[in-house]
């Protein structure tokens, strides 16, 4: 499954985002990539809802086992509608140099069953019990789209621009599968060049299909 290039990659198990939602993302991103030389946007082709960081999962045989286990569990998983309607923050003061990350949000009752369903099913019921890393206990569902340095510099016209944008909408649309992917630090040699906005730094393994029957959609949403 994997090419072995020691800790310069690093595994996760994600959700990949429909390109109409991304297109209710664009807008937003800009403004935010305009705003001021601290405010770094991210690039579209690497939008992504991570469920579980496996970390570095090294030698045929636990890349094997990874993959048996993870079919067992989407097989099962039933695949459900999500849309995205606010955006947050998260505050990263103790790095040596801040930063404030900007996400684009789930619906609440998605972003529940991502978490209830999904995350804890796979942290605790899947990846743990067999010897797996699965990252933080606790997640915020969210994509994402920027960072600002120098954080304690732009914290009003930080709360400002959320505030812009507290209340968004993009289409709903149905979550069939979630996907095993390896990200590349800089020194790996298929990372991609950081000015190639066209490729990703996430190199997708395998996509996992679920088998269940689908949820109904949210009523209100479309």
Request: glycine share 8%.
């Given at each position: 499954?994997?090419?072995?290039?020691?800790?310069?990659?690093?595994?996760?198990?994600?959700?990949?985002?429909?390109?109409?939602?991304k297109e209710?993302?664009?807008?937003?991103?800009?403004?935010?990539?305009?705003?001021?030389?601290?405010?770094?946007?991210?690039?579209?082709?690497?939008?992504?809802?991570?469920?579980?960081?496996?970390?570095?999962?090294?030698?045929?045989?636990?890349?094997?086992?990874?993959?048996?286990?993870?079919?067992?569990?989407?097989?099962?998983?039933?695949?459900?509608?999500?849309?995205?309607?606010?955006?947050?923050?998260?505050?990263?003061?103790?790095?040596?140099?801040?930063?404030?990350?900007?996400?684009?949000?789930?619906?609440?009752?998605?972003?529940?069953?991502?978490?209830?369903?999904?995350?804890q099913d796979?942290?605790?019921?899947?990846?743990?019990?067999?010897?797996?890393?699965?990252?933080?206990?606790?997640?915020?569902?969210?994509?994402?789209?920027?960072?600002?340095?120098?954080?304690?510099?732009?914290?009003?016209?930080?709360?400002?621009?959320?505030?812009?944008?507290?209340?968004?909408?993009?289409?709903?649309?149905?979550?069939?599968?979630?996907?095993?992917?390896?990200?590349?630090?800089?020194?790996?040699?298929?990372?991609?060049?950081?000015?190639?906005?066209?490729?990703?730094?996430?190199?997708?393994?395998?996509?996992?299909?679920?088998?269940?029957?689908?949820?109904?959609?949210?009523?209100?949403?479309?």
């Amino acid at each position: 499954m994997h090419v072995e290039q020691g800790d310069l990659k690093r595994s996760f198990i994600t959700l990949l985002i429909d390109p109409k939602q991304k297109e209710g993302f664009a807008d937003i991103r800009a403004e935010f990539a305009e705003a001021h030389r601290d405010w770094h946007a991210t690039r579209p082709v690497d939008d992504h809802l991570s469920l579980a960081f496996t970390g570095s999962v090294k030698g045929v045989e636990n890349q094997g086992r990874l993959d048996e286990l993870l079919t067992e569990f989407a097989a099962k998983a039933r695949p459900f509608w999500i849309s995205f309607d606010h955006v947050g923050h998260f505050e990263n003061r103790r790095r040596r140099q801040g930063r404030d990350v900007l996400y684009f949000a789930p619906d609440e009752g998605s972003s529940r069953h991502i978490v209830e369903s999904l995350h804890q099913d796979l942290a605790f019921k899947v990846l743990r019990p067999n010897g797996f890393k699965f990252g933080r206990f606790d997640v915020v569902p969210h994509v994402t789209f920027g960072r600002i340095f120098n954080p304690e510099k732009h914290t009003r016209d930080r709360d400002r621009f959320i505030d812009r944008h507290r209340i968004m909408h993009t289409p709903q649309v149905l979550v069939t599968g979630f996907t095993l992917a390896d990200s590349y630090t800089k020194k790996h040699p298929d990372a991609p060049d950081p000015h190639d906005k066209t490729r990703s730094k996430y190199f997708e393994v395998k996509r996992y299909e679920f088998g269940g029957e689908p949820m109904e959609p949210l009523s209100g949403i479309g």
